[in-house]
């Protein structure tokens, strides 16, 4: 009888353990989550997206650039937790804004969210009297403007204009959040860091009359301000370096400043430490230490090739010098192999282990050019050692639209779930961007 009964319990077993199997490679770290969007991917209505954040109760906010009543507007998204659209936020989860005297807009660049729930972007933009100035909006929970903040919810025109430089200059705006509710914006467009107060009016304790020149925006015309980071002190760190979507093989730059906007000569060398890799995203760990991430040689090819760039992660000591325990002499690279030779990272975030994932383009080539790339991310441990639990040896890449050539898809920002999950927002750029499947995505990838 129990020879018989056991083997009734063989089938079984097998099934279970297929299940089992089953289960452990679906839940690996690096592998999409089917519960969100359409297997693990949303398609949104901006036309470029720009940054994503997480609300406190989980819902995903997402800025950039969209189109409302056939004009370009400064939009923000919000998607509830399994992906689908906030029909609470905006208009169906869509909040299009566009202020009163504007020509033209150019959508957010950057975006936060405040501690009291609060949304705040910064954009670009042209006023109907034809004056190119930089603004931040700051939103409500609901998607509303907050018409106590500046000027019916935008700051005034006339803070931080600028003069429009040449048509192909790449340009960037960043934004940082202080404890006390300022608001730091440093923009390419007029090489210039403001600080605003909460209620939205330049603050005239820092530099001159709210605003200073920034002392590096990077080392050419497709560099900029990519990151403020705040110090729990209150100093500001600015990193400048390459801007998405194309990874650049040049040196990027991190300068501290004090509270008051002066230069912080301790840091680095008179107030600047370089960075080997092109200074793309920027973030602070708990202890102060300093990440910096973006595009680095990855593979040194014998001639006549040209050697492979790839994902380049770099971690300083709070006073500006590498922390040489990380990686090898303070450097991690990740290289996507010969399928990917010029890829490289736009974003970098901290999961609650302390592991770095970075976020960016896995690419062929540049995105000007006839060449595919796909979402790319790499994971790291807190030592600088690729985490070969993470997708294949540490490495992900995810094609978002699918396409013979000429479809170039890239990470632009990253954030990270309570549960840890991580949310990759980005972009695809088909056919120069006129080719169907062109516009902004988000993935979501499991964390463990």
């Known amino acids: 009888m129990r020879l018989t009964a056991t083997k009734k319990w063989l089938p079984l077993l097998a099934l279970t353990l297929l299940i089992f199997e089953a289960s452990y490679a679906v839940a690996q770290a690096g592998t999409l989550d089917t519960t969100f969007g359409s297997n693990g991917i949303v398609s949104t209505a901006l036309r470029e997206l720009n940054a994503v954040a997480i609300q406190s109760d989980g819902k995903i906010v997402l800025a950039g650039l969209g189109v409302a009543n056939n004009q370009v507007a400064d939009t923000l998204v919000r998607l509830n937790t399994d992906g689908s659209l906030d029909t609470t936020f905006g208009s169906d989860g869509v909040a299009n804004l566009v202020p009163t005297g504007v020509l033209a807009a150019n959508g957010f660049f950057a975006m936060a969210i405040q501690s009291n729930g609060e949304i705040v972007g910064a954009t670009a933009t042209t006023s109907d009297a034809g004056v190119n100035f930089v603004q931040v909006a700051r939103v409500e929970a609901n998607g509303s403007l907050d018409t106590s903040f500046g000027s019916g919810g935008f700051t005034a025109t006339t803070a931080i204009p600028f003069t429009p430089g040449d048509s192909s200059d790449a340009r960037e705006i960043s934004l940082g959040l202080q404890s006390n509710g300022a608001i730091l914006v440093a923009t390419s467009y007029s090489n210039l860091m403001a600080r605003f107060t909460s209620s939205g009016q330049l603050d005239t304790s820092f530099g001159s009359g709210g605003i200073i020149n920034l002392s590096n925006t990077g080392p050419g015309i497709t560099s900029g301000p990519t990151q403020i980071a705040v110090e729990k002190n209150g100093r500001i760190l600015v990193a400048s370096g390459s801007l998405a979507p194309n990874p650049q093989l040049q040196a990027g730059t991190i300068t501290r400043y004090n509270t008051n906007g002066s230069v912080d000569t301790t840091f680095g060398a008179l107030g600047t430490a370089a960075s080997v890799a092109s200074a793309s995203a920027l973030v602070l760990q708990s202890n102060g230490k300093i990440v910096v991430a973006g595009a680095l ?58 592991d770095l994932v970075a976020g960016g383009a896995a690419s062929q080539g540049t995105a000007n050019a006839s060449f595919n790339s796909a979402f790319g991310l790499a994971r790291f441990t807190s030592v600088g050692v690729l985490d070969s639990s993470f997708g294949t040896g540490g490495l992900v890449t995810t094609t978002i639209v699918s396409g013979s050539s000429n479809v170039y898809s890239y990470v632009d920002g990253l954030a990270i779930q309570s549960d840890g999950k991580i949310v990759a927002a980005g972009n695809t750029i088909v056919d120069q961007g006129h080719g169907s499947g062109s516009g902004s995505y988000v993935a979501r990838y499991l964390a463990q």
């Open 297 to 354: 040689t990855s593979k040194v090819n014998a001639p006549p090739a040209v050697s492979d760039l790839g994902f380049g992660v770099i971690v300083y000591n709070s006073n500006g010098m590498i922390e040489k325990t990380f990686g090898s002499g303070g450097v991690a690279v990740a290289d996507f192999g010969s399928n990917a030779p010029v890829s490289g990272a736009f974003a970098i975030a901290i999961q609650s282990s302390g």
